[in-house]
Structures are given as C-alpha cells and as structure tokens.
C-alpha cells in the first residue's frame, strides 16, 4: 500500500528543515506523494518540487492560509495550486508583509519589558517572506533571554501574554475562492485543534473541498468523527504530519501516514475543479 503526508512545512515558514531534507526524510519513510504547505507562502514548492522528481516521489504545491471566519481562526490548505497564479502571490505578499508588521510590534512590547531585541535580528534569523512567533521565540533563545522555545511561547508570546500581538487574517470564504481561482482545492486544516465543528456548513456552502481527517495531533475518536463529517457533506479526507523539523521537538514526517487512494480521489475532484472552471 502507498501512502502520503499532505501537511509539511519547510524553513521557508516556521520549519527548520529545507524542502530537500523533507524529501529525503520522507523517501525514507517510503512516502509516495508528498505536499508542502509553508504558511502563506508558496516560496518553497519549486525546489521540493525538484527534490520530489529526483526522489520519484509525487509533489503536490501547497499552502497554508492563515483565516478566520465568524470570530474562530481556522488554517485552510490549498493543494494544487498554480504557483504563478497572479492573484495567489499578491494577497500572499500582502499577508507577508502583515506578518514582517506583526513582527515588528511584538518586538516592540519586548523592548517595552527591557528585553533588547531587534526586528531585524529575528527577520535575519528566519530569513523566509513568511516570519512568524517561532521565529521571535528562536531569535529570544539565541540572545539568552529565554532557556527554550515553550518558555519563550509561555513567557511572552502565547495568546494575551505580554507580547502577543492579533494577526490580521482573510475571511475563510475569501481564502477557500482564492485557493480556486488558482486551480486548487481548499481543505480545512486540523479541524480537531480548533473545535470549530459549526462553522463547516458555511465553509461547505462556500465550496470547501476537503477536511484533513488525519493529523498529528488528531486522537482516533476525533478522526473518526471528521470521517464522518467529511462522509456527511460530501467531502474529501485529508492528512498531513504538520512537520515543523526540529522547531516543535521531534521530528514528525512519518506519523500520519494517508493511504494514496485519498490522493487520487484528490485528482478527481481537482480534474472536476478545472472542467467547471
Ligand atoms: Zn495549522
Ligand atoms: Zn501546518
């Protein structure tokens, strides 16, 4: 049987590995498809692409969008995406320069606790378009401020701790259109980590076309119960390990393991995408 990991991120977002040691740490898991989805970025799917073909391997560009919609904040992942698309690479430069910003403020409530670090040193230290929390976290571990990334998350940059900064995101309805405008499909990214279960009607209504099922940090009831969903609207299943290197502890390329025949029912429904189009 062969099987895919359709949730990856790479150093051109908040992972630590590039998109060749993903690669080669997923052939020798002996996946047979792979996707990177780096948040809000596509920067990165032209090498893993390479990477993929040496390796004989299937790549799927990809995406995370960050979203919110009716209050929640939910990650839509687009898979197939035209990585040319016009659109797609302006509203991703617009939300990247949404997060160089939301750097900048965070690093500011730092200085304001006497803590001397600069914007720059963390955009030196991600040195990606698509900088995030990590980021700060790794560049307050480096200067010795803080003994390690969870303190650094706990101390100053976890949700309304004194650092924490709101990011401005796109309505999830706007993000699931953009994904198909560029020839993709939308899929709701670890339903189980938001618990936003009421809000999948409307994104059904909008046009989603999947929900990742299987995720790293899904338990077996909660997959079974986006099994179910998915059954129930119509839905394509997804899965995806949300690897992140070294950056969240262990390595996780290799946990979630989804069965091929998702992929090709992934094909179809992208096939039916662009007939319509
Ligand atoms: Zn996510
Ligand atoms: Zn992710």
Redesign the pocket.
Known sequence: MSFADLHLHTHFSDGTFSPEEVVARGQRVGFAALALTDHDTVEGCSRMAIACAEANIEFITGA?LTAEHAGNEI?ILGYFLDQHNQRLLTELARFQSVRQNRIREMVARLNELAIPLQAEEVFALANCQSPGRPHVARALVQAGHCASHDEAFERFLKKNRPAWVPKAKMSALDAVELIHQAGGLAVM??PGLNRTDEIIPDLVAAGLDGIECFHTKHSTSASERYLMIADKHKLLVTGGS?CHGKSKGKPLIGTIKLPYTHVEKMHAARQKRLAAN
């Open positions: 995370e990650h990214a670890h949300d």
